[in-house]
Protein backbone atom coordinates (compact mmCIF):
# COMPACT_ATOMS: atom_id res chain seq x y z
CA UNK A 1 0.00 0.00 0.00
CA UNK A 2 1.66 3.34 -0.80
CA UNK A 3 2.11 5.53 1.77
CA UNK A 4 -0.25 8.66 1.67
CA UNK A 5 1.43 11.94 0.53
CA UNK A 6 -0.47 15.56 1.31
CA UNK A 7 2.24 16.72 -0.97
CA UNK A 8 0.99 14.48 -4.03
CA UNK A 9 -2.72 15.07 -3.60
CA UNK A 10 -2.08 18.64 -3.08
CA UNK A 11 -0.55 18.87 -5.93
CA UNK A 12 -2.73 16.97 -7.83
CA UNK A 13 -5.52 19.07 -6.59
CA UNK A 14 -4.59 22.49 -6.60
CA UNK A 15 -6.31 23.81 -9.33
CA UNK A 16 -9.31 22.31 -8.66
CA UNK A 17 -8.92 22.95 -4.71
CA UNK A 18 -8.67 27.06 -5.15
CA UNK A 19 -11.54 27.12 -7.61
CA UNK A 20 -13.97 25.52 -5.01
CA UNK A 21 -12.60 27.46 -1.80
CA UNK A 22 -13.42 30.26 -3.92
CA UNK A 23 -16.80 29.25 -5.56
CA UNK A 24 -19.66 30.60 -3.35
CA UNK A 25 -21.90 27.98 -5.04
CA UNK A 26 -19.77 25.25 -3.71
CA UNK A 27 -19.84 22.96 -0.57
CA UNK A 28 -15.91 23.72 0.49
CA UNK A 29 -17.50 27.77 0.38
CA UNK A 30 -19.85 27.33 3.60
CA UNK A 31 -17.14 24.74 5.37
CA UNK A 32 -14.58 27.14 4.95
CA UNK A 33 -15.79 30.47 4.67
CA UNK A 34 -18.80 30.07 6.86
CA UNK A 35 -17.55 28.05 9.44
CA UNK A 36 -14.08 27.06 9.88
CA UNK A 37 -12.71 30.56 8.57
CA UNK A 38 -14.91 33.20 10.93
CA UNK A 39 -13.87 31.72 14.02
CA UNK A 40 -9.85 31.40 12.78
CA UNK A 41 -10.60 35.21 11.80
CA UNK A 42 -12.16 36.59 15.41
CA UNK A 43 -9.51 34.52 17.07
CA UNK A 44 -6.89 36.52 15.34
CA UNK A 45 -8.22 39.83 16.16
CA UNK A 46 -6.61 43.30 15.24
CA UNK A 47 -3.45 41.82 12.76
CA UNK A 48 -2.45 45.30 11.50
CA UNK A 49 1.08 45.75 10.74
CA UNK A 50 1.69 42.13 12.74
CA UNK A 51 4.60 40.06 11.22
CA UNK A 52 2.35 36.90 9.98
CA UNK A 53 3.35 33.23 9.06
CA UNK A 54 0.48 31.38 7.20
CA UNK A 55 1.52 27.97 7.84
CA UNK A 56 0.88 25.63 5.52
CA UNK A 57 -0.77 28.00 3.02
CA UNK A 58 -2.22 26.44 0.60
CA UNK A 59 -3.07 28.34 -2.50
CA UNK A 60 -3.11 32.36 -0.26
CA UNK A 61 -6.68 32.17 0.35
CA UNK A 62 -5.74 33.32 4.28
CA UNK A 63 -2.72 35.34 3.25
CA UNK A 64 -4.63 37.44 1.10
CA UNK A 65 -7.14 38.37 3.78
CA UNK A 66 -4.92 39.04 6.11
CA UNK A 67 -2.86 41.28 3.77
CA UNK A 68 -5.78 43.66 3.11
CA UNK A 69 -6.24 44.00 6.76
CA UNK A 70 -2.90 45.58 7.18
CA UNK A 71 -0.85 42.51 8.16
CA UNK A 72 3.26 41.77 6.84
CA UNK A 73 2.46 38.21 5.58
CA UNK A 74 4.45 35.07 4.38
CA UNK A 75 3.99 31.37 3.44
CA UNK A 76 5.22 28.36 2.75
CA UNK A 77 3.55 24.98 1.74
CA UNK A 78 4.81 21.68 0.73
CA UNK A 79 2.59 21.37 -2.75
CA UNK A 80 4.48 23.51 -5.63
CA UNK A 81 1.23 23.88 -7.29
CA UNK A 82 -0.23 25.78 -4.48
CA UNK A 83 2.39 28.04 -3.90
CA UNK A 84 2.84 28.39 -8.09
CA UNK A 85 -1.23 29.88 -7.29
CA UNK A 86 -0.86 31.41 -4.18
CA UNK A 87 2.08 33.36 -6.26
CA UNK A 88 -0.25 34.81 -9.09
CA UNK A 89 -3.26 35.49 -6.53
CA UNK A 90 -0.50 37.07 -4.25
CA UNK A 91 1.71 38.68 -6.32
CA UNK A 92 3.15 41.28 -3.35
CA UNK A 93 3.21 38.58 -0.93
CA UNK A 94 6.51 35.97 0.16
CA UNK A 95 5.55 32.31 -0.46
CA UNK A 96 7.68 29.92 -0.24
CA UNK A 97 7.61 26.06 -0.68
CA UNK A 98 8.95 24.15 1.93
CA UNK A 99 8.13 21.75 5.20
CA UNK A 100 6.26 22.64 8.58
CA UNK A 101 9.11 21.58 10.28
CA UNK A 102 11.70 22.69 8.61
CA UNK A 103 11.15 26.13 8.32
CA UNK A 104 13.45 28.86 6.18
CA UNK A 105 13.02 31.71 8.35
CA UNK A 106 15.50 33.28 11.68
CA UNK A 107 14.69 32.80 14.70
CA UNK A 108 12.28 35.52 16.49
CA UNK A 109 10.31 36.56 12.57
CA UNK A 110 6.85 36.79 13.27
CA UNK A 111 4.33 37.74 15.97
CA UNK A 112 1.68 35.12 14.92
CA UNK A 113 1.87 31.65 13.52
CA UNK A 114 -1.19 30.82 11.32
CA UNK A 115 -1.99 27.46 10.75
CA UNK A 116 -5.34 26.52 8.88
CA UNK A 117 -6.51 22.46 9.07
CA UNK A 118 -3.00 21.90 8.25
CA UNK A 119 -1.44 20.35 11.69
CA UNK A 120 -3.61 17.11 11.49
CA UNK A 121 -1.62 15.56 8.22
CA UNK A 122 1.40 15.17 11.23
CA UNK A 123 0.90 12.28 12.99
CA UNK A 124 3.69 14.04 15.51
CA UNK A 125 3.77 17.26 16.33
CA UNK A 126 7.10 17.59 18.00
CA UNK A 127 8.89 19.23 15.35
CA UNK A 128 6.46 21.75 13.99
CA UNK A 129 6.04 22.61 17.09
CA UNK A 130 9.45 23.46 18.04
CA UNK A 131 9.78 25.58 14.78
CA UNK A 132 6.76 27.44 15.51
CA UNK A 133 8.46 28.32 19.10
CA UNK A 134 11.84 29.53 16.98
CA UNK A 135 9.95 31.46 14.88
CA UNK A 136 7.76 33.47 16.93
CA UNK A 137 8.72 36.29 19.26
CA UNK A 138 8.50 36.22 22.94
CA UNK A 139 4.81 36.35 23.64
CA UNK A 140 3.66 35.55 19.78
CA UNK A 141 0.57 33.91 19.38
CA UNK A 142 0.40 30.36 17.63
CA UNK A 143 -3.31 30.13 16.45
CA UNK A 144 -4.66 26.94 14.38
CA UNK A 145 -7.37 25.09 13.33
CA UNK A 146 -8.31 21.80 13.25
CA UNK A 147 -10.84 19.30 12.48
CA UNK A 148 -13.22 18.95 16.25
CA UNK A 149 -11.49 16.13 17.76
CA UNK A 150 -14.72 15.43 19.10
CA UNK A 151 -16.90 15.36 16.17
CA UNK A 152 -13.28 13.57 14.10
CA UNK A 153 -14.65 10.50 15.92
CA UNK A 154 -17.90 9.93 14.43
CA UNK A 155 -19.05 8.77 11.13
CA UNK A 156 -22.77 8.92 10.32
CA UNK A 157 -23.50 6.59 7.80
CA UNK A 158 -27.79 5.61 6.72
CA UNK A 159 -28.30 7.12 10.35
CA UNK A 160 -25.92 4.71 12.21
CA UNK A 161 -23.30 6.04 13.73
CA UNK A 162 -19.98 4.95 14.15
CA UNK A 163 -17.74 6.10 16.50
CA UNK A 164 -13.39 5.67 16.25
CA UNK A 165 -11.48 5.16 19.30
CA UNK A 166 -11.34 8.74 20.49
CA UNK A 167 -8.39 8.30 23.10
CA UNK A 168 -5.78 6.97 20.56
CA UNK A 169 -4.33 8.82 18.08
CA UNK A 170 -6.81 7.75 14.49
CA UNK A 171 -5.46 7.60 11.47
CA UNK A 172 -8.86 8.82 9.44
CA UNK A 173 -9.09 8.13 5.93
CA UNK A 174 -12.11 10.02 3.61
CA UNK A 175 -12.60 10.20 -0.24
CA UNK A 176 -13.07 13.94 -1.42
CA UNK A 177 -16.01 14.66 -4.07
CA UNK A 178 -15.45 14.39 -7.89
CA UNK A 179 -15.19 17.95 -8.11
CA UNK A 180 -11.57 17.08 -6.14
CA UNK A 181 -10.78 14.85 -8.55
CA UNK A 182 -11.79 12.02 -5.94
CA UNK A 183 -9.07 11.96 -3.75
CA UNK A 184 -8.52 10.19 -0.84
CA UNK A 185 -6.91 12.08 2.67
CA UNK A 186 -5.57 11.00 5.13
CA UNK A 187 -5.23 12.91 9.09
CA UNK A 188 -4.81 12.45 12.27
CA UNK A 189 -7.34 13.11 15.19
CA UNK A 190 -5.93 13.67 18.32
CA UNK A 191 -7.79 13.99 22.03
CA UNK A 192 -8.33 17.73 23.50
CA UNK A 193 -6.21 16.42 26.65
CA UNK A 194 -3.32 15.50 24.27
CA UNK A 195 -3.34 18.55 22.42
CA UNK A 196 -3.20 20.97 25.26
CA UNK A 197 -0.46 18.64 27.03
CA UNK A 198 1.69 18.87 23.98
CA UNK A 199 1.14 22.50 23.22
CA UNK A 200 2.27 23.52 27.18
CA UNK A 201 4.92 20.65 26.88
CA UNK A 202 6.71 22.80 24.19
CA UNK A 203 6.30 25.99 25.93
CA UNK A 204 2.72 27.84 24.96
CA UNK A 205 0.27 29.08 27.53
CA UNK A 206 -3.36 28.51 26.04
CA UNK A 207 -5.27 32.10 25.88
CA UNK A 208 -8.55 31.65 23.51
CA UNK A 209 -10.16 28.26 22.55
CA UNK A 210 -13.44 28.40 20.23
CA UNK A 211 -15.49 25.81 18.56
CA UNK A 212 -16.71 26.47 15.22
CA UNK A 213 -20.27 27.49 14.77
CA UNK A 214 -21.77 28.59 11.73
CA UNK A 215 -22.38 32.20 10.30
CA UNK A 216 -26.08 32.67 10.54
CA UNK A 217 -26.27 33.73 6.74
CA UNK A 218 -25.04 30.66 5.77
CA UNK A 219 -28.66 29.17 6.69
CA UNK A 220 -30.11 30.51 3.62
CA UNK A 221 -27.51 29.38 1.49
CA UNK A 222 -26.62 25.93 2.70
CA UNK A 223 -29.58 24.85 4.76
CA UNK A 224 -28.60 21.16 4.46
CA UNK A 225 -25.27 21.92 5.98
CA UNK A 226 -26.25 24.46 7.98
CA UNK A 227 -28.47 22.16 9.77
CA UNK A 228 -25.92 19.82 10.55
CA UNK A 229 -22.87 22.28 11.44
CA UNK A 230 -25.32 23.71 13.69
CA UNK A 231 -25.59 20.82 16.17
CA UNK A 232 -22.18 19.32 15.44
CA UNK A 233 -18.77 21.29 15.64
CA UNK A 234 -16.60 20.24 12.88
CA UNK A 235 -13.97 22.68 13.75
CA UNK A 236 -12.14 23.97 16.24
CA UNK A 237 -9.62 26.98 16.60
CA UNK A 238 -6.96 27.42 19.52
CA UNK A 239 -5.18 30.20 20.32
CA UNK A 240 -1.76 29.80 22.22
CA UNK A 241 1.14 32.35 23.48
CA UNK A 242 4.43 31.37 23.47
CA UNK A 243 6.11 31.79 27.16
Known amino acids: MKKFSAKKVY????KNYHDSRTSKKSESWFFNNCL???NTLKLL???KRKRILDLGCGTG???KILAKKGAKVEGIDISEKEIDIARIENPKISFQVGSVEVLPYKNNSFDIVLSALVLEYLKNWTKVLSEVRRVLVKGGYFIFSLHNPVSACIKIK????RVYDYFNVSKIETKWPKSLKSVKMVWYNKTIGSIVKLLVKNGFILVDYDDARPLPKAKTLFPKEYASAAKRPYFCTWKWRKL
Open 61 to 63: IYA
Open 11 to 14: NKIA
Open 36 to 38: EMP
Open 158 to 161: NNKV
Open 45 to 47: GNV
